[in-house]
């Protein structure tokens, strides 16, 4: 005989953040033990970060905006120019 599993986890219906529209945790604790757990579970590493709109914490699977790396403007990828060198011709 076939038994459906039971989870008898206690389900909560996560409020869901308007802006970011990501799963809102009240505390950093909540949201860091959640990303371990997802981590885990789905093989991915995962970030908390705090949301400023609706002041609560959220996953990402991103690198929070605040660590996004900058390029200085004097290392941005230039335009490939040759000086025109003179080639030595055959006669
Ligand atoms: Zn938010």
Known sequence: ?????????H???PKRCATANKVMYRSQQTAQSEAN??????NVDLWIYHCEYCNT???TSHLPQTAW????????LKPHSR?????PRRR
Do not use: D
């Open 1 to 9: 005989m076939r038994f459906p599993k039971v989870q008898n986890m």
């Open 11 to 13: 389900v909560f219906t």
């Open 37 to 42: 757990r997802l981590s885990i579970e789905r």
């Open 57 to 59: 914490w959220h996953l």
């Open 69 to 76: 790396t900058k390029v200085p403007l004097n290392q941005q």
């Open 83 to 87: 000086k025109r060198g003179y080639k």
